[in-house]
């Protein structure tokens, strides 16, 4: 019974010591981590603050005479070493789908496998680096050799045993992080005479903020200070101006992605939400802490406020879902409660640090902390893979434009010309189409396919078995056709204008007529009246009555308004 006990045991602890662990490991596009291979499984809870608890401590120590060996998704060697580097191409959250998926064309560098003992503090080294632009996955396998005792032969001669003792794979997840700014802001008569104490606390807190021994990257990306002002209005009543009051403000970047527990929890979910409040809120009872001793003075401390806010900064053609960030007042209050649920911290607990790519359609152009992606504008565009997302909206093809604004593809381009036009150039390009698709099925029957013995036939493929003999006669007859149709064209064009020459000279000849007409008429009433003024008395021109139209008339009239005119006139 004794033995069959030791056998499961001995056979549990096999069972539990070649188990593989799985972590999945959130990347930070644009950073570079360290990812250590003696890492325990993370124990889940819904609770972000019972998570952080229970998964703060993940290393665990290899056993003797053992060496961390990584591998690819395909089984190659790519590291030898307890950790490894791993940095992830820098582009922007819209290109991820575009990326993700493809294959390596090349193999990563790796170096030789070296098992000497008196080369094991840097076998592999500690800048083998793992470059990442898609989705990946690597596995950090244990591997232990026997221990041999009591022999003075080289190692080399000497062949030991070697086991996998534990297996941990690590599923990679890219995303785009924003930046993160933290800012601080503080009178400057608190400062007065020494203005390097706020500094100088930010960049001991930045010292102390080191992981492990073997860290690469620290948490604090960089430091910027200067003295700023802002408008003050005086009390109401007393002056219609403003005062300007000086301040003194400082700027920390934060890199999330420095510590290991920090690319292990999911930044869709509270969990590195609750990790960067922490973060902020140690800095901030940090700062308070130093200004309290600076100061020494209890009223004085009272009155101080410090100003703090947040920023979440994302790469162009991408948004956060937070807003314009708040303000947040730090007073000396704070450091009678210093718990995080009761702080100034407690707030970034619910931010997502995700960037979200611009909706199909709307871009931007620069850095930026809201959620407002600018509409294309008219001849832009701007798809769901979103290349490069950096230049925003894409510009249409030299000569084409789209028809509104917010397009989503390059198919929306249009010539940017009329409907017409636009219609004959579709015209034309479906015969050109059409023919290139005849030409191509000629050497459709012939083509075969290797995995089934059958022809491939399409729609056009029976085109290419006519004989070139009917083509050729076709295009004789196409051309000739044209050619007539041509001439016929330009003969009726010719006889229209004849006959509109023709009809234009007959108007002008009509009118030329009884324009003479007219000019004849005239002429004979001048020549008359003429002729009655030389002799009025001549019988033999004039004595007899001579029925002129117009002309009697005319001196009959004369007449009678002489006589009603002088009626006593002798």
């Known amino acids: 019974m004794g033995t069959l006990w030791v056998l499961l045991c001995a056979t549990y602890l096999i069972v539990v010591c070649q188990c593989k662990i799985h972590h999945t490991v959130w990347l930070p596009a644009g950073k570079q981590i360290s990812l250590p291979c003696k890492l325990r499984a993370l124990k889940k809870h819904k609770s972000p603050e019972l998570w952080v608890e229970q998964n703060e401590e993940l290393e665990v120590n290899f056993s003797a005479n053992s060496i961390a060996a990584w591998y690819d998704r395909l089984g190659r060697l790519i590291h030898v070493g307890e950790v490894l580097l ?27 496998m070296s098992l000497i003992p008196e080369f094991r503090g840097w076998i592999g080294g500690a800048n083998q680096l793992l470059q990442v632009n898609h989705i990946d996955s690597v596995t950090c396998i244990e591997l232990q050799t026997s221990t041999v005792v009591g022999f003075r032969k080289p190692w080399q001669a000497l062949q030991r045993k070697s086991r996998v003792g534990r297996e941990i794979v690590f599923t990679f997840k890219i995303y785009v992080q924003p930046i993160i700014v933290w800012q601080y802001a503080v009178p400057s008569w608190i400062l007065m005479e020494n203005a390097s104490v706020m500094p100088r606390l930010v960049e001991e807190w930045c010292q102390d903020q080191r992981p492990y021994g073997r860290q690469f990257h620290q948490t604090c990306e960089g430091i910027y200070q200067g003295f700023k002002t802002f408008p003050q209005q005086t009390r109401f009543g007393a002056s219609n101006s403003s005062s300007t009051m000086p301040f003194l403000e400082i700027g920390v970047g934060i890199n999330l992605s420095a510590r290991l527990l920090h690319v292990l929890a999911d930044p869709t979910t509270k969990e590195l939400g609750y990790l960067h409040a922490r973060l902020q809120h140690s800095l901030n ?3 308070l802490e130093g200004l309290e001793d600076y100061i020494q003075d209890e009223d004085l401390a009272q009155k101080l406020v410090l100003a703090a806010r947040t920023q979440y900064l994302c790469p162009p053609g991408s948004f956060t879902l937070r807003r314009k960030p708040e303000v947040i007042n730090l007073t000396f209050d704070k450091l009678m409660n210093r718990t995080l649920e009761t702080s100034s911290a407690s707030v970034l607990i619910d931010d997502k640090l995700l960037c979200y790519p611009c909706p199909d359609g709307k871009a931007t152009t620069a850095y930026t902390f809201n959620e407002e992606c600018s509409t294309c504008p008219r001849g832009y565009y701007r798809g769901e893979t979103g290349w490069p997302s950096s230049a925003g909206c894409l510009r249409c093809p030299e000569g084409f434009t789209t028809d509104g604004v917010g ?11 009329g409907a017409l036009t636009r219609s004959i150039l579709h015209y034309v390009l479906h015969l050109l189409f059409t023919l290139e698709k005849i030409i191509a099925g000629e050497t459709g029957p012939d083509t075969q396919t290797r995995s089934l013995a ?46 509109a020459l023709i009809k234009k000279q007959c108007g002008l000849l009509l009118k030329a007529t009884m324009i003479g007409q007219i000019n004849l008429v005239s002429h004979i009433k001048q020549r008359m009246k003429q002729a009655i003024k030389e002799d009025p008395t001549d019988t033999l021109g004039h004595g ?4 002129v139209s117009g002309v009697g008339e005319s001196i009959q009239r004369g007449q009678m308004k002489k006589s009603r005119s002088f009626p006593f006139k002798r």
């Not at 397009?407 to 010309?417: F, K, R, T, Y």
């Not at 007899?544 to 029925?547: D, Q």
């Open 86 to 112: 791993v940095h992830v191409a820098k582009f922007e959250a819209s290109e991820i789908s575009v990326t993700q998926y493809v294959l390596r064309e090349t193999p990563p560098t790796a170096k030789q």
């Open 285 to 287: 009872m940090y700062i």
């Open 407 to 417: 397009e989503e593809s390059i198919a929306d381009c249009q010539l940017n010309a």
């Open 454 to 499: 059958l022809e491939q036939r399409s729609a056009w493929a029976w085109l290419g078995r006519i004989r070139k003999k009917f083509w050729i006669y076709c295009a004789i007859y196409c051309l000739l056709s044209s050619y007539l149709a041509a001439k016929a064209i330009h003969r009726l064009h010719v006889y229209l204008r004849l006959k």
């Open 544 to 547: 007899a009555p001579v029925e």
